[in-house]
């Protein structure tokens, strides 16, 4: 098909009055799906239910350093658990702290704890200055999003580009304002557009000098097990070497979690860093906790003990998700090619795909599918306040549905993106509202 662009005014009626007859007709079809977040479908969690028989009545239940995982201790986490979460983010066991079920819980925590404490370089506690900020690359996670504005944190969007991060955008502003206290990274298979960040980008962030001292990045590794294709995975550089490297061990941040690799409401949350972050935020968390779940920890250890690794685990994972992202792509590839109205990201792990549609069409797309019953991320989520200044990207997240469900609901987003972009094209409902 031409580019919709390139249609006259009636060629666009013509093609406007055939959509729309087409979608009254999958609206008559009463579909109920949902592509709203990026959870592991009941598949995936079966490929861990062994694991809650790894720990049993009759386990010996002590951990290596002789915890007793039935009682208080190890506020640092068991070493078998430290040392698991340590080969996922790469690290030495030492540089890890493994602790409850989530990773944004501890992110919600180490920016609180700033907030109120401030950080080992910190002269005073981040509330008591007259501004905060943080950087956000965008389009990103909703929930890094709701956490900062949650503390009353100025947000300031930056540019992702294939590499990452704007990085051009971001030196610039963290080194000229010592009110950015910290930035937001999801470097592996982001969210929502599934780049991994260059090996240039890492060594640009960790060679940067704010104008902040206490200035932290918030490395998100959320998905740095979850390929689609195992067998050519992409790679990331290990921040803390690097920012070692440039001696600023101490302005990185790295947290993962198995939360979309055994249970998503019951895996292990880890945070890396250097050893004065990892005491300073312990000591916070030791007037919370006397230590978090160790009998989950052992369960993990041992589950992903004798040759069971991680990396095997998750080439089964692979196997599920890969069919349902193929299946977008095929659909999007076929419906919206070419016609110079929609951009997608092809990513090669992750739970998400990034669609942009015309300037001013996002939010009109999705309230032609919910109408059509197809719930989506509320367009605008992926950036700060919720406000995407261009209103044109969606998140899909076909990991959740089943294949035909997958299918079926990426026929329907190509559908709506269609009839809101010939809409912008006439001029009509989809131009963008004043804020």
Request: glycine share 8%; with cysteine.
């Amino acid at each position: 098909m031409a580019k919709l662009s390139e249609l006259s005014a009636s060629g666009l009626r013509e093609e406007l009055a055939a959509l729309k007859k087409k979608y009254e007709a999958l609206k008559a079809q009463g579909l109920k799906l949902d592509l709203s977040r990026g959870k592991p479908d009941g598949e995936q969690l079966d490929l861990s239910r062994p694991m809650l028989d790894s720990v049993n009545s009759k386990s010996d239940l002590i951990a290596a350093d002789g915890s007793d995982c039935r009682n208080y201790g190890a506020p640092a986490g068991i070493p078998e658990a430290r040392a698991l979460m340590a080969e996922m983010l790469e690290l030495r066991p030492e540089e890890v702290f493994a602790g409850g079920n989530s990773s944004l819980n501890l992110m919600h925590d180490c920016l609180g704890i700033a907030y109120l404490h401030g950080t080992p370089k910190s002269k005073t506690p981040w509330c008591k200055l007259p501004k905060v900020k943080f950087l956000c690359p965008s389009p990103g996670y909703d929930r890094h999003f709701s956490v900062t504005e949650h503390f009353g944190v100025e947000m300031i969007t930056v540019p992702m580009t294939p590499q990452g991060p704007d990085m051009d955008v971001v030196e610039e502003l963290v080194a000229s304002d010592s009110a950015i206290k910290g930035m937001w990274c999801i470097p592996k298979y982001s969210n929502p557009t599934g780049i991994t960040y260059s090996d240039t980008t890492v060594r640009r962030l960790a060679a940067m000098s704010p104008a902040a001292p206490d200035f932290l990045i918030f490395w998100d590794n959320a998905y740095a097990a979850h390929h689609l294709h195992p067998d050519s995975p992409d790679k990331l550089l290990g921040l803390v070497a690097e920012l070692k490297k440039t001696g600023k061990a101490g302005m990185g941040l790295m947290f993962t979690s198995t939360s979309k690799v055994t249970f998503a409401g019951a895996g292990i949350a880890a945070m890396g860093a250097s050893k004065e972050n990892l005491d300073y935020f312990m000591k916070h968390w030791g007037l919370q906790t006397i230590g978090f779940d160790k009998l989950n920890q052992l369960r993990h250890a041992r589950f992903f003990s004798d040759g069971y690794t991680i990396e095997r685990h998750m080439r089964r994972h692979a196997e599920l998700l890969r069919p349902k992202f193929e299946a977008v792509q095929e659909v999007f590839n076929r419906e919206l090619g070419g016609l110079d109205i929609a951009w997608w990201t092809d990513p090669r792990g992750g739970y998400f795909i990034s669609l942009d549609t015309l300037d001013g069409c996002a939010k009109r797309t999705l309230a032609l599918c919910a109408e059509a019953g197809v719930v989506m991320t509320p367009a605008g989520a992926t950036f700060p306040y919720g406000v995407d200044p261009r209103d044109r990207n969606i998140r899909v997240a076909p990991t959740f549905a089943t294949l035909e469900e997958v299918r079926a609901a990426a026929e329907l987003v190509c559908l709506c993106a269609k009839l809101a972009g010939v809409e912008k094209l006439l001029g009509g409902a989809s131009e963008p509202r004043a804020r």
